[in-house]
């Protein structure tokens, strides 16, 4: 008798609990982001490491994205133009990047698994994201802010 008293209270508290559950899907990135992409060779090295950076216009779509390094009077173009494709999770992994032929330093070249932090604005929409890689001791970074749409 009291196995039934125990599992139909087990019962009770499984179908209640399962209403109480909600997994949301993470919040798309979809849209044109200004920003830096910025690359620090020797990361964690004595000396500092060299670092280099480049604005960029990031745009996210559902699966994939584009990066176009712009060059600017006071900086020159260091990096490559590029598409691939993404994967968001609690990380984000950036594969299959292309450069479409351009000649780059392909440590430069964003690629793999990614940590990201969003800032989430007034309107409770992404405002600005920063993604940050190390490995070994090469540190990828992008700083970047949504533009209005």
Same mark, same amino acid.
């Given at each position: 008798?009291?196995? +039934?008293?125990? +599992?139909?209270?087990?019962?009770?508290?499984?179908? $209640?609990?399962?209403?109480?559950? @909600?997994? /949301?899907? !993470?919040?798309?990135?979809?849209?044109?982001?200004?920003?830096?992409?910025?690359?620090?060779?020797?990361?964690? =090295?004595? %000396? %500092?490491?060299?670092?280099?950076?480049?604005?960029?216009?990031?745009?996210?779509?559902?699966?994939?994205?584009?990066?176009?390094?712009?060059?600017?009077?006071?900086?020159?173009?260091?990096?490559?133009?590029? =598409?691939?494709?993404?994967?968001?999770? *609690?990380?984000?992994?950036?594969?299959? !990047?292309? *450069? &479409?032929?351009?000649?780059?330093? !392909?440590?430069? @070249?964003?690629? $793999?698994?990614?940590?990201?932090?969003?800032?989430? &604005?007034?309107?409770?929409?992404?405002?600005? +994201?920063?993604?940050?890689?190390? /490995? $070994?001791?090469?540190?990828? /970074?992008?700083?970047?802010?949504?533009? !209005?749409?």
């Amino acid at each position: 008798m009291a196995r +039934l008293f125990w +599992l139909a209270l087990a019962v009770v508290i499984m179908a $209640g609990c399962a209403e109480d559950i @909600v997994v /949301e899907p !993470p919040q798309s990135l979809r849209g044109v982001y200004d920003g830096e992409y910025i690359v620090t060779r020797d990361f964690g =090295s004595s %000396g %500092g490491g060299t670092t280099v950076s480049q604005w960029v216009i990031w745009t996210f779509s559902d699966q994939k994205f584009w990066m176009e390094a712009t060059k600017t009077d006071q900086r020159p173009k260091v990096f490559c133009n590029m =598409s691939g494709n993404y994967k968001l999770e *609690t990380n984000i992994t950036l594969t299959d !990047p292309n *450069t &479409g032929g351009e000649q780059c330093d !392909p440590r430069d @070249v964003p690629d $793999g698994i990614f940590g990201l932090r969003r800032t989430i &604005g007034a309107d409770n929409q992404i405002d600005s +994201l920063y993604l940050e890689q190390i /490995e $070994g001791t090469m540190k990828k /970074e992008l700083r970047l802010k949504k533009k !209005p749409q």
